[in-house]
T-cell receptor
Framework: KAGVTQTPRYLIKTRGQQVTLSCSPI?????VSWYQQTPGQGLQFLFE???????NKGNFPGRFSGRQFSNSRSEMNVSTLELGDSALYLC?????????????FGPGTRLLVL | AQTVTQSQPEMSVQEAETVTLSCTYD???????LFWYKQPPSRQMILVIR??????QNATENRFSVNFQKAAKSFSLKISDSQLGDAAMYFC???????????????FGKGTKLTVNP
């Protein structure tokens, strides 16, 4: 079956703008998590959604938000972009409680803030 | 809070040789999962191997195996018969046991860049 898909793959924005990233999980997966990857901070957990409910949130400012739809697709939004938001944003999905508790990752969205 | 430490920022190995990547973690939990993920230059994060903490037997997946030492909180990855395609960043990750309403949050180490020399 198809893997996790993320759109867009690349994005260039300027400071102060906002951006929305999309993630479509593997068919049948209802859990979606988001991670930010930067050279300095590594991989950091942003948030996790299951059945349209946020289950957990990482230590990020309120400019970072997300949501999950009834079809399990998820979006994350970053408002008032800062240079430090430049990163690879990874989405992962899982069949919560099954399939050996494994998260499968998408290819990521590379965001560059100028 | 749980932490994961990978003390080797970079490692190199000759093709067909064996290499071991180190990972230690800190937790007060007794049940949890540990993972090794591989991230090649394409940036797609790929699961290599997983280990449940309650299992004493070390996990193996073809050329990949782990040495899980629960008391020492150590989880190393051994790659046998290294191939050029094994070149990538390798991340060790920790996840708590999933209780009802619990989180699937992964805690990652900083990664080890593996170079495979022909």
């Amino acid at each position: 079956k198809a893997g996790v898909t993320q759109t867009p793959r690349y994005l260039i924005k300027t400071r102060g703008q906002q951006v929305t990233l999309s993630c479509s999980p593997i068919s049948g997966h209802r859990s979606v998590s988001w991670y930010q990857q930067t050279p300095g901070q590594g991989l950091q957990f942003l948030f996790e959604y299951f059945s349209e409910t946020q289950r957990n949130k990482g230590n990020f400012p309120g400019r970072f938000s997300g949501r999950q739809f009834s079809n399990s697709r998820s979006e994350m939004n970053v408002s008032t972009l800062e240079l430090g938001d430049s990163a690879l944003y990874l989405c992962a999905s899982s069949n919560r409680g099954r399939e050996k508790e494994t998260q499968y990752f998408g290819p990521g969205t590379r965001l560059l803030v100028l | 809070a749980q932490t994961v430490t990978q003390s080797q920022p970079e490692m190199s190995v000759q093709e067909a040789e064996t290499v071991t990547l180190s990972c230690t973690y800190d937790t007060s939990e007794s049940d949890y999962y540990l993972f090794w993920y591989k991230q090649p230059p394409s940036r797609q994060m790929i699961l290599v191997i997983r280990q449940e903490a309650y299992k004493q037997q070390n996990a193996t997946e073809n050329r990949f195996s782990v040495n899980f030492q629960k008391a020492a909180k150590s989880f190393s990855l051994k790659i046998s018969d290294s191939q050029l395609g094994d070149a990538a960043m390798y991340f060790c990750a920790y996840r708590s046991y999933l209780t009802q309403g619990g989180s699937e949050k992964l805690v990652f180490g900083k990664g080890t860049k593996l170079t495979v020399n022909p």
